[in-house]
Structures are given as structure tokens and as C-alpha cells.
Nanobody, 115 residues
Framework: QVQLAESGGGLVQPGGSLRLSCAAAGRMNGIVAMGWYRQAPRKERELVALITGGGITNYADSVKGRFTISRDSAKSTVSLQMNSLKPEDTAVYYC?????????WGQGTQVTVSS
């Protein structure tokens, strides 16, 4: 049984920074990719950033230059450094892992950007 534990969400003012982290516990069948998705009220879940097992990264256009994804494969952790946060970044952020057999999701952590 694989479980993902997220941390680091909260309330921040516009222009501020937050760092999200996600640690996976349990046995996975190889890690293909790790990443973060988000879902704002009344909107569909969208990809924010991902990093493959080979270290290739991909970002949503809306966060390029502001967010940075990183990983520690040995510890099965993935982090998301979020700088220059905007009100439109407000959402529940979900950690996601994919191995060779299935997808795994965290419970989500709320990020609120507001003055």
C-alpha cells in the first residue's frame, strides 16, 4: 500500500513564497514520474509541474519562471518551490506519483494567496 504525505501548504500574501513537499511511503514498481497538480474551485484539476524518472521537467505555462520542481529519488520525495505567488495560484495542490503499473495521489494541501 503506497501512501503520499504532502506538507507545506498555507496562506501567503501575493508575491510571497511557499514550498510544498511530498513523501511516498510503501513499495512502488519503479517511478516513472512525480509531480504536482492543482484544482481551484469550480475548475478542473490541472498539471502544475512534473519531473520524470530521468529528470526531465515540464511546467504549466502559468507557473513557468516562478515554480521549480525537484526530487530526491532515493527518498521518494518531490518538492515544489513556489515564488512570486499570485491570487490565481489559490487551489488545492495534489502530489502525484506514477509507477509502471498505476497512479498514486496525495490527499491534497490547500494553498491560498491573498492579502
Amino acid at each position: 500500500q503506497v501512501q503520499l504525505a504532502e506538507s507545506g501548504g498555507g496562506l501567503v500574501q501575493p508575491g510571497g513564497s511557499l514550498r510544498l513537499s511530498c513523501a511516498a511511503a510503501g513499495r512502488m514498481n519503479g517511478i516513472v514520474a512525480m509531480g504536482w497538480y492543482r484544482q481551484a474551485p469550480r475548475k478542473e484539476r490541472e498539471l502544475v509541474a512534473l519531473i520524470t524518472g530521468g529528470g526531465i521537467t515540464n511546467y504549466a505555462d502559468s507557473v513557468k519562471g516562478r515554480f521549480t520542481i525537484s526530487r530526491d529519488s532515493a527518498k521518494s520525495t518531490v518538492s515544489l518551490q513556489m515564488n512570486s505567488l499570485k491570487p490565481e495560484d489559490t487551489a488545492v495542490y495534489y502530489c502525484h506519483f506514477r509507477d509502471w503499473t498505476r497512479d498514486y495521489w496525495g490527499q491534497g494541501t490547500q494553498v491560498t494567496v491573498s492579502s
